[in-house]
Nanobody
């Protein structure tokens, strides 16, 4: 059974930092693109960041560019999201996903596997 399990969420003050992790089990995703998405209350899910299979290509939503960094450790089958300078508008459930292909992609329809999500709350 394939599972993606996120961790690292929590409550943080504005301008603070959090590091999210997403560990995969049941299969290896070392040849797959990986991504992070988020969904705030009352809003649709939105793309946050993505990374190619090798880590050589990364893309970010404009709203997080310069503040968030996505990375991966293929030996650990894990993807990370380092979030700095957090803002109250970053409050959401953050979910990791594994893409069907090897490239970095911002399109949710390109992802086959999804985690359950971890809550990130940023207080002002």
């Amino acid at each position: 059974q394939v599972q993606l399990v996120e961790s690292g969420g929590g409550l943080v003050q504005a301008k603070g930092s959090l590091r999210l992790s997403c560990a995969a089990s049941g299969r290896t995703f070392s040849n797959h693109g990986l991504g992070w998405f988020r969904q705030a209350p009352g809003k649709e899910r939105e793309f946050v960041a993505t990374i190619s299979w090798s880590g050589g290509h990364t893309y970010y939503a404009d709203s997080v560019k310069g503040r968030f960094t996505i990375s991966r450790d293929n030996a650990k089958n894990t993807v990370y999201l380092q979030m700095n300078s957090l803002k109250p508008e970053d409050t959401a459930v953050y979910t990791c996903a594994a893409a069907r292909g090897s490239i970095a992609t911002a399109q949710s329809e390109d992802y086959d596997y999804w985690g359950q999500g971890t809550q990130v709350t940023v207080s002002s």
